[in-house]
Each structure stands twice: as structure tokens, then as C-alpha cells.
């Protein structure tokens, strides 16, 4: 392009989850700004991507890697969450079995991701209150025992989209890095997938 | 004394007895892992192994070289019986040669599958071009003819006369109909892919033993009954076609047929659009059927399975294939860290059709089923390999096709298009391309695919924990057959106290992984190790190592000839 303004700093982030919540909804909903009921069921994982602003100018590009839901494509789970700065783990806020999954996905996300990530617990599907099997005190407490942050959105009103991404951009390391240590030489821009520093990667030193 | 050594004094030479025959058998009859993976899935699934019709061999397992022996000289009589067979029908049948000019004929020829043929062959495909559906039709409703044997000499004594067609071996029904295809003949189209897959009516003994009608009443596990109801409005939401609720209820019936019929798969993701696919083009009971073929036959089993065993090495196999085809590009995406995993993962498990539209993926089947197969001959069971190997070849020519304009994009660019891009492809000189280039890709990845297969497991064998003895087992592995890890199976589990990284598999995770190879269970503990490398995760439900020994041992070396099919035989050996 030719007036390269600022360069964008490029995060994957991964969105996880049981089949069914709106993991793929939630993702449209922000990258497109639309809602579609009649969207097919993710195989394997789909990827997409979307640049916010931060309120001071810092330009964030999310690398999305939206995951199937079902069970037995967890097994091929960490090719996406491995190297990914940000998760999002979503639950259906009128599925009780759905929050049990997302639970077990914040487990083995404490266990085996980057222990650096930021990770979103999120309940969607906040427009059928009604329905409603989960209270957001439910959610809310579990997120903090686990250090989390909690929000519910409505992928198809958009309700609490943009701001839960917009949260998980604050949050990211570098970011807070920049931000703290302004004069430090920081490494801004990880690259996607690679970049992340992954624990236990330490040559021969064992 | 290593731990691979054979002990007992004639060891040695029952190595080279087994090396021997193994040797013969995989040249006479390309028996693969695959051959092996559902003949072993039927044992799983409590049932007898599938009798011959569909020209499978029977597994054996033992380390008794006496029944070796034995079922190798069935198999041997069993080849020269064909041998025999075939002969006697050469003869039958008289080489009249085809006039020259014939458009139809011209047609067949560009099609590797027509050119390969005896002429005869092609004598009565083209007579039966014209009427082609009428003459299946009376097929399928008149003939009873229950042996594939008398069925095919009567129908090649009747094409010779080629007046009264109206019994054609599958084989010659097959190239007949792609030639009809061809033509642009459609309607038969679900008919036509039927038979190739031999899952039609009078091809399938299975279709007689098992109700669909039943098995749609039979109960099924909540998780996948919970699931194919969420995934069938997400099937194919671009078309409306998929909306309506017969067309949706159709698919959701099939896929329970499924899941009941294998409920080691149950169902998975994926599934639905193959079976929403197929339902557009024959009846349901038609697709079930179609899709337990898949499954069998074609090596969806390792895909569709609960722990998708077929896909990081189909991953592997792909990428491999990439680098040596298609150099460019694969350095293009290793620069940029794109896997295989970020995109294949779609096309391996609804073969294509999810990122395709319905039309260009009707066409880019009609070539995956029959250009894949087509040295497929009904005596021979050839097809299975061939035809999935066929999906490398498309992969291939797919990304091959879209190179130049992939060089130029970045990660996100060549992310989304292969996603998504495809799906605007769909016109007849795409298909064209695909079908030139694919055959071409074909020809240089078939013979590589066996490779990078064996490659792929030592690989996954070169991280055994016990990596002296895994070197050894890897020479011997990989000369080929499954007989020799026998030999070694009480060395392996001799190998004292399992290390602590063993404890808590899945068992189904093991038995795949080890089936998955094609390998017999007494081998287990090996893949367990090599399937720890694949990152399975352990399991509160899954079996300690002992447990699973354990298990194994109480397996014991069970094997069944299915002496159905060697038709004079009927004498039914089990060995326990």
C-alpha cells in the first residue's frame, strides 16, 4: 500500500468452544458486522481477520481462528490455540452442558496453551433471556476464581461484541508492555502463529 | 539379546517364510493398511467380516506359522482360481474391434479409465450407451443372479453376442456409465456412483442383512443425535434446497442410520454434507449405504472416526506432496507458517464439498470416483486405495490450478481463499483443468503416497519412548506386513514397567491409532506410544497401560477366515 501509515500489530487469537454456542457468530458479528441464523457448522476451523483502534491510535489485528465444536475435533484444538495470544472460550448462556465445556476448555488452556494468553469467558446468546440457564453471577464468579475476564454478549444483536474484543486488545502483553515500559525495546508485532513464545522451548539447557 | 530378536530356533526362517509370502501377496493383490483398517472395523463392530462379493481378502493374523501357511495357500489357489477364471471368459468372449470414428468411443478414450479396458469392454459400453438406464434398470429389478461369478461369465457370454446386454458386470456397467456421464447423461448420475462404489442393491450383501428401515428406529447416543440436529440447518445454508424440512429430515435420517449402524463413529461432523450432498441424487436408503462404503472402502472411517486418525497423516502426506509438485507455493506458505491443518482439513473430511459449490463438486466427484478407480476391476480389490489417493491428486491440482495468484497474497489473503474462493469456481473448463491436471498429479504421487504413509508412521515411531527397540521394529515395520509384528508382540511386552506417560489413553484412541496402521492389537502398545506423539490427550476415561495389555492379551490372536468367499471352501476356521 502505498501511505503506510502504522503498521498493524498482528494477534492470533482462537475461539473455543462446545458445538452450537456461536463461536462462528460471535466472529462474523465482528469481522462483518453482521448476524446470520443460517450459518454452516464450522469443519475443522475457519480463519478470519479484523484490525480495531485503540483509543490511543494503536492499531490491532486479529488473526481469528474460529474451531469446530464438536468433541471429537478437539484433538486437533491445539494446531489452533497453540501460538495464539488470545481465546476467546464461549458457552451458551441457555445450555448448562455447553458451560461445562467451556469450563473443561479453560482447564487444558491453563494446562497446555501460552501461559501469557489472554483468555476471554464469555456467555452468548444474551438476546433469549428467557432461556437463560446460566445467571451471569454463575459465569462472572468462575471467570474471576480462574483470573479470567467475563462477558456476555448477543452475536446476533451485537450486544457486547466489539467491547469484548476491544477488551481482550487492551489486554494483550505487548500492549501492557508498551504501555509500562514505554522506552523498552519491546517486541511489537509478534508473528502469527510463530511468534509466541512457547513455554519449554529451551534448547539444551535441561 | 536385543529385544526384537526372534527367539526359538526357526524363527529366522519363519521371517523369511512370512517376508516371503508377504511379498507376493502385496504384489498379487494390493492389500494396504486400509484393506486392513475396515476389515478390522467389522471385527469391531461385532460382525462377521464382509464376505467377498466385494472382492476383499480376509485378514490373517498369527503367529502360528501353520495357519499362515495355510491361509496363504487359500489365497494363493484363490488368485489362480480368478486366474483361471478370467481366462476361461478371454476366451469366451471373442476381441471384435471397434469401429473407428465412434464419437461415443472417442469420448471413452480421453478417459484413462476407458483406454485401460479390453476392447470387448468397450464394445458393449458403447452398445450400451444408448439405452444405458433401461438395461440397469432390469438389472437391478429382474436379475437374481447371487454369485458375482455366474453373474459375470452369463454377462460376458451375452456381450459377446452383444445383442442382449441386459447382465453386465459391474466393471463394464461402470465404464459404460461414466461414458454416459460423459455424454452428459445426469440422471443416472446417483446410479452410476452407486455401482461404482459397488453399493447398489444386487452388489452389496450387506443392503440384505441390515434394514435401513430398522436401524432409523434404533436408539442412538444423545451427543450425536444433540448434534446432527444442530448441524442440519447449518448444511449447505447457501442453498435453499437444504432448508426445506424434507430435504432436512432426509439428511437427519440418514445420518442416524449411520450412527446406529457404526456406533464406533457415530457421527461427526462433515458427514452431513456428504450424505445432503448424495440425498440429491438417489434415494435415502441409497445414500446410507453409499456413505457406509465411503466409510469402508474409500477410508472416510479414518476420518469421520472419534479421534480423526486419518488427519494429521493425511496432513503429512499432503504437505509432502506439496513440497516435491508444487515447490513454489509450499515455500510461499512455509514462509508464511501456513499448514496444511489451516485448510485441508475441510476438503479432507467432506471430500471437497464444503468449500465447493454443489455443481463443481458433482463434477470433481464423478472424476474423484472414477478416475481415482480405475484400474479398478471387480476381481481385484484395487479400488479403495486408489480412489483416495485420488484426493491428494485434487488437492493438489486445486492449489496447483491457483498458484500463481496464491504467490501473491499474504497469510490472511491465502487464508481466505482457500476457504472461501473455491466456491467460485464451478464452471465446466475448471473442471476440465482439474481433471487434466489431477490425472497428471496422479500419476507422480500414486506410487510416493505408500511411502510418505510409512514414512509418516516412523516418524511417529522414531519418538517411541524406547527409541532402540523403535528403531528395530521400524526396519522390520516397514518392509511391509502386518504378520511380522506379531512376531515381536511377546518382546514387546516384555519390555518391563510401561513409563509413566503411558497411563491414561483413551482405548479407543489406541485402537485406532493401531488400527489406523493396520496393524493387529497385539501390537498395541507400540501405537500407544506413537500415539502419544500425536498429542492425544489423556483421559478419565481412558485404560491404564495394564489395563490395556491386559485387554489385549484377553484379545488374543483371534482370526476368522471368511470362506464365504472362496466359494468351494466352506469350511469356517476360528482361532483363539
Same mark, same amino acid.
Given at each position: 500500500?502505498?501511505?503506510?501509515?502504522?503498521?498493524?500489530?498482528?494477534?492470533?487469537?482462537?475461539?473455543?468452544?462446545?458445538?452450537?454456542?456461536?463461536?462462528?457468530?460471535?466472529?462474523?458479528?465482528?469481522?462483518?458486522?453482521?448476524?446470520?441464523?443460517?450459518?454452516?457448522?464450522?469443519?475443522?476451523?475457519?480463519?478470519?481477520?479484523?484490525?480495531?483502534?485503540?483509543?490511543?491510535?494503536?492499531?490491532?489485528?486479529? +488473526?481469528?481462528?474460529?474451531?469446530?465444536?464438536?468433541?471429537?475435533?478437539?484433538?486437533?484444538?491445539?494446531?489452533?490455540?497453540?501460538?495464539? +495470544? $488470545?481465546?476467546?472460550?464461549?458457552?451458551?448462556?441457555?445450555?448448562?452442558?455447553?458451560?461445562?465445556?467451556?469450563?473443561?476448555?479453560?482447564?487444558?488452556?491453563?494446562?497446555?496453551?501460552?501461559?501469557?494468553?489472554?483468555?476471554? *469467558?464469555?456467555?452468548? =446468546?444474551?438476546?433469549?433471556?428467557?432461556?437463560?440457564?446460566? +445467571?451471569? #453471577?454463575?459465569?462472572?464468579?468462575?471467570?474471576?476464581?480462574?483470573?479470567?475476564? *467475563?462477558?456476555?454478549?448477543?452475536?446476533?444483536?451485537?450486544?457486547?461484541?466489539?467491547?469484548?474484543?476491544?477488551?481482550?486488545? =487492551?489486554?494483550?502483553?505487548?500492549?501492557?508492555?508498551?504501555?509500562?515500559?514505554?522506552?523498552?525495546? !519491546?517486541?511489537?508485532?509478534?508473528?502469527?502463529?510463530?511468534?509466541?513464545?512457547?513455554?519449554?522451548?529451551?534448547?539444551?539447557?535441561? | 539379546? &536385543?529385544?526384537?530378536?526372534?527367539?526359538?530356533?526357526?524363527?529366522?526362517?519363519?521371517? /523369511?517364510?512370512?517376508?516371503?509370502?508377504?511379498?507376493?501377496?502385496?504384489? +498379487?493383490?494390493?492389500?494396504? &493398511?486400509?484393506?486392513?483398517?475396515?476389515?478390522?472395523?467389522?471385527?469391531?463392530?461385532?460382525?462377521?467380516?464382509?464376505?467377498?462379493?466385494?472382492?476383499?481378502?480376509?485378514?490373517?493374523?498369527?503367529?502360528?506359522?501353520?495357519?499362515?501357511?495355510?491361509?496363504?495357500?487359500?489365497?494363493? #489357489?484363490?488368485?489362480?482360481?480368478?486366474?483361471? =477364471?478370467?481366462?476361461?471368459?478371454?476366451?469366451?468372449?471373442?476381441?471384435?474391434?471397434?469401429?473407428?470414428?465412434?464419437?461415443?468411443?472417442? $469420448?471413452?478414450?480421453?478417459?484413462?479409465?476407458?483406454?485401460?479396458?479390453?476392447?470387448?469392454?468397450?464394445?458393449?459400453?458403447?452398445?450400451?450407451?444408448?439405452?444405458?438406464?433401461?438395461?440397469?434398470?432390469?438389472?437391478?429389478?429382474?436379475?437374481?443372479?447371487? %454369485?458375482?461369478?455366474?453373474?459375470?461369465?452369463? #454377462?460376458?457370454?451375452?456381450?459377446?453376442?452383444?445383442?442382449?446386454?441386459?447382465?453386465?458386470?459391474?466393471?463394464?456397467?461402470?465404464?459404460?456409465?461414466?461414458? &454416459?456421464?460423459?455424454?452428459?447423461?445426469?440422471?443416472?448420475?446417483?446410479?452410476?456412483?452407486?455401482?461404482?462404489?459397488?453399493?447398489?442393491?444386487?452388489?452389496?450383501?450387506?443392503?440384505?442383512?441390515?434394514?435401513?428401515?430398522?436401524?432409523?428406529?434404533?436408539?442412538?447416543?444423545?451427543?450425536?443425535?444433540?448434534?446432527?440436529?444442530?448441524?442440519?440447518?447449518?448444511?449447505?445454508?447457501?442453498?435453499?434446497?437444504?432448508?426445506?424440512?424434507?430435504?432436512?429430515?432426509?439428511?437427519?435420517?440418514?445420518?442416524?442410520?449411520?450412527?446406529?449402524?457404526?456406533? /464406533?463413529?457415530?457421527?461427526?461432523?462433515?458427514?452431513?454434507?456428504?450424505?445432503?450432498?448424495?440425498?440429491?441424487?438417489?434415494?435415502?436408503?441409497?445414500?446410507?449405504?453409499?456413505?457406509?462404503?465411503?466409510?469402508?472402502?474409500?477410508?472416510?472411517?479414518?476420518?469421520?472416526? !472419534?479421534?480423526?486418525?486419518?488427519?494429521?497423516?493425511?496432513?503429512?502426506?499432503?504437505?509432502?506432496?506439496?513440497?516435491?509438485?508444487?515447490? =513454489?507455493?509450499?515455500?510461499?506458505?512455509?514462509?508464511?507458517?501456513?499448514?496444511?491443518?489451516?485448510?485441508?482439513?475441510?476438503?479432507?473430511?467432506?471430500?471437497?464439498?464444503?468449500?465447493?459449490?454443489?455443481?463443481?463438486?458433482?463434477?470433481?466427484?464423478? @472424476?474423484?470416483?472414477?478416475?481415482?478407480?480405475?484400474?479398478?476391476?471387480?476381481?481385484?480389490?484395487?479400488?479403495?486405495?486408489?480412489?483416495?489417493?485420488?484426493?491428494?491428486?485434487?488437492?493438489?491440482?486445486?492449489?496447483?490450478?491457483?498458484?500463481?495468484?496464491?504467490?501473491?497474497?499474504?497469510?490472511?489473503?491465502?487464508?481466505? *481463499?482457500?476457504?472461501?474462493?473455491?466456491?467460485?469456481?464451478?464452471?465446466?473448463?475448471?473442471?476440465?483443468?482439474?481433471?487434466?491436471?489431477?490425472?497428471?498429479?496422479?500419476?507422480?504421487?500414486?506410487?510416493? @503416497?505408500?511411502?510418505?504413509?510409512?514414512?509418516?508412521?516412523?516418524?511417529?515411531?522414531?519418538?517411541?519412548?524406547?527409541?532402540?527397540?523403535?528403531?528395530?521394529?521400524?526396519?522390520?515395520?516397514?518392509?511391509?506386513?502386518?504378520?511380522?509384528?506379531?512376531?515381536?508382540?511377546? %518382546?514387546?511386552?516384555?519390555?518391563?514397567?510401561?513409563?509413566?506417560?503411558?497411563?491414561?489413553?483413551?482405548?479407543?484412541?489406541?485402537?485406532?491409532?493401531?488400527?489406523?496402521?493396520?496393524?493387529?492389537?497385539?501390537?498395541?502398545?507400540?501405537?500407544?506410544?506413537?500415539?502419544?506423539?500425536?498429542?492425544?490427550?489423556?483421559?478419565?476415561?481412558?485404560?491404564?497401560?495394564?489395563?490395556?495389555?491386559?485387554?489385549?492379551?484377553?484379545?488374543?490372536?483371534?482370526?476368522?477366515?471368511?470362506?464365504?468367499?472362496?466359494?468351494?471352501?466352506?469350511?469356517?476356521?476360528?482361532?483363539?
Amino acid at each position: 500500500m502505498a501511505g503506510q501509515m502504522r503498521k498493524a500489530l498482528t494477534y492470533k487469537l482462537v475461539l473455543l468452544g462446545d458445538a452450537g454456542v456461536g463461536k462462528t457468530a460471535i466472529a462474523v458479528q465482528f469481522v462483518k458486522g453482521q448476524f446470520n441464523p443460517f450459518l454452516e457448522s464450522t469443519i475443522g476451523a475457519s480463519f478470519m481477520n479484523q484490525t480495531v483502534t485503540l483509543p490511543d491510535e494503536t492499531l490491532i489485528k486479529f +488473526q481469528i481462528w474460529d474451531t469446530a465444536g464438536q468433541e471429537r475435533f478437539h484433538s486437533l484444538a491445539p494446531m489452533y490455540y497453540r501460538g495464539a +495470544q $488470545a481465546a476467546i472460550v464461549v458457552y451458551d448462556i441457555t445450555n448448562r452442558n455447553s458451560f461445562e465445556k467451556a469450563k473443561e476448555w479453560i482447564k487444558e488452556l491453563q494446562q497446555q496453551g501460552d501461559p501469557n494468553v489472554v483468555v476471554a *469467558f464469555v456467555g452468548n =446468546k444474551v438476546d433469549m433471556p428467557e432461556a437463560r440457564k446460566i +445467571q451471569p #453471577s454463575e459465569g462472572e464468579s468462575y471467570a474471576s476464581e480462574n483470573g479470567l475476564f *467475563f462477558i456476555e454478549t448477543s452475536a446476533k444483536t451485537a450486544e457486547n461484541v466489539s467491547e469484548l474484543f476491544m477488551k481482550i486488545a =487492551k489486554q494483550l502483553p505487548s500492549i501492557q508492555r508498551q504501555k509500562d515500559i514505554t522506552s523498552g525495546p !519491546s517486541n511489537p508485532g509478534v508473528k502469527p502463529g510463530v511468534g509466541a513464545p512457547s513455554k519449554g522451548k529451551g534448547g539444551c539447557c535441561g | 539379546m &536385543s529385544p526384537v530378536a526372534l527367539s526359538g530356533s526357526n524363527r529366522k526362517e519363519e521371517l /523369511d517364510w512370512f517376508r516371503t509370502d508377504s511379498e507376493f501377496l502385496e504384489e +498379487q493383490c494390493p492389500l494396504q &493398511s486400509t484393506h486392513f483398517l475396515y476389515l478390522c472395523h467389522y471385527q469391531r463392530a461385532k460382525r462377521k467380516i464382509l464376505p467377498n462379493k466385494s472382492g476383499q481378502f480376509s485378514l490373517c493374523i498369527s503367529s502360528n506359522s501353520n495357519i499362515m501357511a495355510d491361509f496363504f495357500a487359500r489365497v494363493r #489357489s484363490q488368485l489362480q482360481r480368478t486366474e483361471e =477364471k478370467k481366462k476361461a471368459q478371454a476366451q469366451l468372449s471373442p476381441d471384435v474391434k471397434d469401429q473407428e470414428g465412434d464419437p461415443v468411443r472417442d $469420448a471413452g478414450d480421453k478417459h484413462t479409465a476407458t483406454s485401460e479396458l479390453p476392447k470387448e469392454k468397450k464394445k458393449s459400453l458403447k452398445s450400451k450407451l444408448t439405452s444405458g438406464l433401461s438395461k440397469k434398470d432390469k438389472k437391478g429389478s429382474g436379475d437374481k443372479d447371487s %454369485t458375482r461369478k455366474k453373474s459375470s461369465r452369463t #454377462s460376458s457370454k451375452k456381450s459377446a453376442t452383444k445383442k442382449t446386454a441386459s447382465v453386465l458386470p459391474p466393471t463394464e456397467m461402470y465404464v459404460d456409465s461414466l461414458t &454416459s456421464l460423459r455424454a452428459g447423461v445426469i440422471s443416472v448420475r446417483g446410479q452410476i456412483w452407486l455401482s461404482r462404489l459397488k453399493a447398489s442393491r444386487q452388489q452389496m450383501d450387506d443392503r440384505s442383512s441390515v434394514s435401513y428401515n430398522t436401524l432409523v428406529q434404533l436408539p442412538i447416543p444423545e451427543e450425536h443425535r444433540e448434534q446432527i440436529g444442530k448441524d442440519i440447518d447449518r448444511t449447505y445454508p447457501q442453498y435453499d434446497l437444504f432448508q426445506q424440512v424434507d430435504v432436512q429430515k432426509k439428511m437427519s435420517q440418514v445420518l442416524h442410520a449411520i450412527a446406529a449402524f457404526r456406533p /464406533d463413529l457415530g457421527y461427526c461432523q462433515g458427514m452431513c454434507y456428504v450424505v445432503g450432498f448424495l440425498n440429491t441424487f438417489m434415494p435415502v436408503e441409497d445414500t446410507f449405504w453409499f456413505m457406509i462404503q465411503l466409510i469402508d472402502h474409500f477410508g472416510m472411517a479414518d476420518f469421520w472416526s !472419534s479421534n480423526l486418525a486419518g488427519l494429521p497423516r493425511a496432513f503429512y502426506i499432503l504437505e509432502k506432496l506439496i513440497e516435491t509438485e508444487i515447490p =513454489k507455493l509450499w515455500k510461499h506458505f512455509n514462509d508464511m507458517d501456513m499448514q496444511t491443518s489451516m485448510y485441508a482439513t475441510p476438503w479432507l473430511m467432506t471430500l471437497f464439498l464444503y468449500n465447493h459449490s454443489i455443481p463443481f463438486s458433482t463434477r470433481l466427484w464423478d @472424476i474423484l470416483l472414477f478416475q481415482g478407480g480405475t484400474r479398478s476391476d471387480y476381481n481385484q480389490p484395487r479400488l479403495i486405495e486408489i480412489g483416495f489417493n485420488y484426493v491428494y491428486a485434487i488437492a493438489l491440482s486445486i492449489l496447483s490450478m491457483h498458484e500463481e495468484q496464491m504467490l501473491k497474497m499474504d497469510f490472511d489473503q491465502c487464508a481466505h *481463499f482457500l476457504q472461501f474462493s473455491c466456491r467460485k469456481l464451478g464452471s465446466e473448463p475448471d473442471v476440465e483443468q482439474v481433471l487434466r491436471i489431477s490425472s497428471r498429479m496422479n500419476e507422480c504421487i500414486e506410487p510416493v @503416497i505408500g511411502s510418505l504413509n510409512k514414512e509418516y508412521t516412523a516418524q511417529l515411531l522414531s519418538n517411541l519412548y524406547l527409541t532402540d527397540v523403535a528403531a528395530e521394529c521400524e526396519i522390520e515395520l516397514f518392509v511391509g506386513f502386518t504378520t511380522y509384528i506379531v512376531l515381536y508382540t511377546d %518382546t514387546l511386552f516384555d519390555w518391563g514397567s510401561p513409563c509413566p506417560s503411558w497411563s491414561g489413553y483413551q482405548s479407543d484412541h489406541l485402537s485406532l491409532a493401531f488400527l489406523a496402521e493396520g496393524y493387529h492389537s497385539m501390537s498395541l502398545s507400540m501405537f500407544l506410544v506413537a500415539n502419544d506423539f500425536q498429542g492425544s490427550r489423556s483421559s478419565q476415561n481412558g485404560l491404564l497401560l495394564s489395563e490395556t495389555i491386559e485387554q489385549t492379551r484377553s484379545l488374543k490372536i483371534t482370526f476368522e477366515y471368511d470362506t464365504t468367499r472362496w466359494d468351494s471352501d466352506n469350511d469356517y476356521a476360528s482361532i483363539a
